[in-house]
Every structure is written in C-alpha cells, then in structure tokens.
C-alpha cells in the first residue's frame, strides 16, 4: 500500500517468510501489549489463522507460495479453483492495469459456494509495475448463495404464476382461473419448500374476517367458526395479518398463538401477503416435525407471499372487470333498443285507429313487442335475473324427477330467489325458499335431523351471514347426499366459494344471469346423482 494512504501496510510477505514492519496503525498505536499478546501472542501469523475460511499467496502461475493451516485443509479442488482465480486476476490486471485494490470472484467446488477477496501485492519499488503476486482471502458462503439461489427460484414461480396468457385465461371461468393459480401456487410451495400442507387465507376488509381461498392438507375451520385479523385470540394467523409480519412456531406444544390445524402439528410458518405494503391475507404452511422451518424460510415465503397477493388480485380486478363491462354493455344495449321499440309501439298505436287493420293483427304485435321488452330487460338485467322463463316448454306439465323433491333455494336478493323458486315450483318441486343464510341453514340442518333432507340447495355464493362455502359444508354435513348448486353474479366469487366447495363434491356452479332452463336441466341432474343413477363427481 502506498505512504500516502491513510493506514499503511502491515506486514511484507515473502516466499516463505512473514515479518512485521515497524509502522502501526492507530488503532495499533492505542493497544496495550496485553491486548495485542491477547489476540495473536507474540507471533501475527497466528492472527491469520483467523482470517476467512483461508487466506494464501498466489503467484502469475497460479502456484500457491504460502497458505495458512484453513486453506490448507480445504479440498484439491477447492484449492484448484482459489488459485485459478488468484492466477486470473493478476493477467487481467497486466492487461487493464485497473487501479482497483481488491477485487471480489467467487466459484463453486463441489457441494460449496466460495467467495474470494484477491489483493495484488507490489512487487517492486516499482509502483506502475504489474503485480506478480496477489493474496486471497477466502469465505464459505454457501448459506449465503443457498438463500440468493432460493430467491431465484422464488422469482421464477413468481412470475409463472403471473404468467396469466390471454388466450389460456379468457376462456375460463373464475373458478377456472382460481384453480389454474391454485394449481401454481402447490406446486411451487411443494418445489420451493418441500410441503404440501397449507392454506391461503384472504382479508375482508369489511369484517377483518381471514376467508379461506385455498388449502391442502389443512381441515377447514368448523362452520361458524372464523379467524380474524387480531393480534391474540385468532391464531397465529390472526397475528400476522394484524401485526404485518411473518412468525415462525417451532414447537405447537408450547406456542401460546398456536390454534390446531394440520392433525399432528408440530410447527408452522406463517407470512403476510402483502399488496403495495398493505396486508390483504396470510399464507400458513405446517409440518408434522417441530422445528422444521428457519428464519430464512421465513424470507423466502414473505417473498412468494408478494407474488401470491397479486396473482390473486390480478383474478379479482378481472372478475371486477368483467362485471362492470357487462353492467356498461347492457346498459348501452338498453339505451339502443328502447328507441325502436317506442317507435314500434307508436305505429301500432296508428294502426288501431285504422279499421282496416285486423284486430288480431293488432294484439299479436303487442305481444311480440312485450316478449321483446321481457327479453331485453333479462338480457340487461344483469345477475338480479333469470333468463328465458317465458321459453320454459311447460307443454308437459310437471316434471316427473322433479316432482314432490325437496328444495331449498337461499339468496338475500329478491327477484332472483322468487323466479328461481317459482320455476322450480312449475316443474313440481316442493321449495322453500330464504332470504337468510342464517335461517335457511338453520333449515337444512334441522329437516336433515328429522329425517327429511333436502335433496337439492340452491345457494348464492355472496350473502351478508354465510358465504357459499359455509352453506355448502352445512348441507354436506347435514346430509352427505344433498345436493349443492352455488349461484353467482358474473362470477364474482369473494370468499372463493366455488373452488373450495368443487373440490369437496360441489354438484355445480351457474353464473347470474343463467338460462332457466339450464335451472331446471341442472337440478335434474342433481337429483339424479342424489339417487345414484350416475356417479358423484366433484363439481364441473
């Protein structure tokens, strides 16, 4: 090191020989000939025995000239790569003369990730001469280069999951897409954490209520029982998305947060996600073992917990999407047909006072514009209708399948629930119908207890007590062979009802505005499977 810099250099080495020289610096000019005895004895080589995971002298061709006792311990080919980068700098620096004292490489030998810090040493009075030999001071940082390759992969799954191309996703329906990121998100976790038991679990603003979006392996919680966003009483769950940050249990059996998940919990990692630094849900993965989840676990899943958080949110805007633009298209559509339509009427209008016009004539144009004034509003209606009811052939009467079943049909808005009663009611159904989530399964329970099921619940996903999920458990466990058909306005699903109900036997799904036909069709089928004519499935 030059005289003009602010410490100058404490020892020369040599081939063989390390000797001190008389400058100190002023930290040395301040210690006691304790404190120094106390760190290195009388002899400094000691001292860099200390020093990195090895430190050694390297010269242009690559041949050690000295090592201290850690270098020389490592393995030939890690000591075959440290000198091949000593070797390496020292011609790049004849080349560039880079005024650069120290310069960081780093390899990989074997199972190890290394770094080294490579220093030329002045070889000459020369100062513009080129270093001969340089010395290298080495580090084991496979700890370190284990959690960057993490965060890689991190970021790959990351942007797979985003990954949501037009042509794979548009013809889709939400729950569709629910699943395709479902699916992403387990096989990441699975490939990124080696776990296959978790739940994702997302913030109602409204009601600070965690709703469960997903899970495997994780029970769902009893129906009527919910976690909320607070920092005791709701789990470690509830702690985190209050408090905003992630929370490693190593041993459930002493964890005070711990609410019993997985059967067999031992240990658990917990993370926010996190939008724009805000908290719209957690993700919380268990484990059998205890202890079997570390702090940098705990990085790596708040980062994909990032990735989650949008993934998702990018399904809810296009769900929103959907929604509005169809609210906008029927609206325009509206606008756009109401003027021919008053036209129309005032031509008929005219023809009345024209004796020469049948009556006949007269009456079936009124008709034919009311059935079109009827099928407009259905079709702009949006999802506070049903569509077709004036097509329902009702030639034959009652429908033989149909007829004297027992069914329960639970939405808090009234005309859906009233059209969607009444058509069932004209094909023979024995319905009953609620405006409560509350009452109406209150209702399945009790009619399952006294030995008279329900065969089929029709149920919309989004009521102010119970969600479709909570209402499709209910029936399930109230009587295993009820049937479920969830209802939905354009598909939006909040508490992501459909898929958590399609994975445990939901019957099927219709999106308002639905067909009444396509009613009528599916509650057959409903009926069918409920007595064992075709096989159960898990919802399509």
């Keep these: 090191m030059e005289p003009s810099r602010k410490y100058p250099r404490i020892l020369t080495i040599s081939r063989v020989t390390l000797r001190p020289v008389s400058v100190r610096t002023p930290t040395e000019r301040a210690m006691s000939p304790q404190t120094r005895n106390d760190l290195h004895g009388s002899d400094p080589v000691l001292l860099l025995e200390e020093i990195g995971d090895g430190i050694g002298v390297v010269d242009r061709a690559g041949e050690i000239l000295w090592m201290n006792q850690r270098l020389e311990a490592l393995t030939a080919e890690t000591l075959r790569r440290f000198c091949d980068c000593c070797r390496d700098l020292l011609a790049e620096l004849a080349n560039d003369g880079s005024g650069r004292r120290t310069h960081l490489r780093s390899f990989k030998a074997g199972d190890s990730s290394w770094e080294v810090a490579i220093t030329p040493l002045d070889g000459s009075s020369d100062r513009k001469a080129a270093s001969t030999r340089a010395v290298g001071v080495l580090h084991n940082v496979t700890s370190r280069q284990r959690v960057l390759d993490r965060v890689d992969q991190i970021d790959t799954a990351g942007a797979d999951l985003l990954a949501l191309d037009a042509k794979i996703v548009n013809p889709l329906n939400v729950g569709e897409r629910l699943g395709l990121i479902e699916g992403k998100i387990v096989a990441a976790l699975e490939r990124l954490f080696a776990v296959k038991d978790f739940e994702v679990r997302l913030l109602d603003n409204a009601t600070q209520r965690l709703e469960l979006v997903t899970s495997r392996g994780i029970p769902p919680l009893p129906p009527g029982r919910f976690l909320y966003s607070s920092p005791e009483g709701n789990g470690i769950s509830g702690h985190v998305a209050a408090c905003g940050e992630p929370y490693v249990c190593t041993d459930s059996e002493s964890d005070r947060l711990y609410i019993p998940g997985l059967e067999g919990g031992r240990s658990s990692i917990t993370a926010p996600l996190l939008l724009h630094d805000k908290v719209v849900g957690v993700i919380n993965m ?150 409560s989530s509350n009452e109406g399964c209150e209702a399945i329970a009790r009619a399952a207890a006294e030995g008279k099921p329900y065969d089929v619940v029709i149920s919309d996903v989004r009521m102010p007590e119970r969600n479709g999920y909570e209402v499709f458990r209910i029936a399930k466990e109230a009587c295993p062979r009820t049937q479920v058909i969830l209802m939905t306005g354009f598909g939006y699903d909040p508490n992501h009802s459909i898929v958590r109900s399609t994975q445990e036997g939901l019957h099927c799904f219709l999106f308002k505005p639905f067909q009444a036909q396509q009613l009528v069709d599916e509650v057959r089928k409903a009926i069918a499977e409920w007595r064992g004519e075709r096989p159960l499935v898990g919802g399509r």
């Design 286 to 435: 268990e484990s059998t073992l205890p202890n079997q989840f570390d702090d940098e676990d705990l990085l790596c899943l708040e980062l994909f917990g990032r990735y989650i958080a949008m993934a998702l949110n990018i399904l809810d805007m296009l769900v929103v999407e959907r929604y509005t633009t169809n609210q906008r298209v029927s609206g325009a559509l509206r606008d756009e047909i109401a003027a021919p339509i008053t036209a129309i009427r005032g031509a008929v209008e005219h023809l009345k006072r024209d004796p020469d016009v049948p009556a006949a004539a007269i009456a079936e144009l009124e008709r034919a514009i009311a059935s079109v004034e009827n099928r407009v509003r259905g079709a702009t209606g949006g999802p506070q209708v049903v569509l077709g009811v004036d097509r329902l052939d009702r030639s034959k009467g009652v429908d033989p399948d149909i007829s004297g079943r027992r069914l329960a049909v639970l939405d808090d808005e009234e005309p859906v629930r009233d059209v969607v009663a009444n058509v069932l009611a004209e094909v023979g159904g024995a319905v009953d119908r609620f405006s």
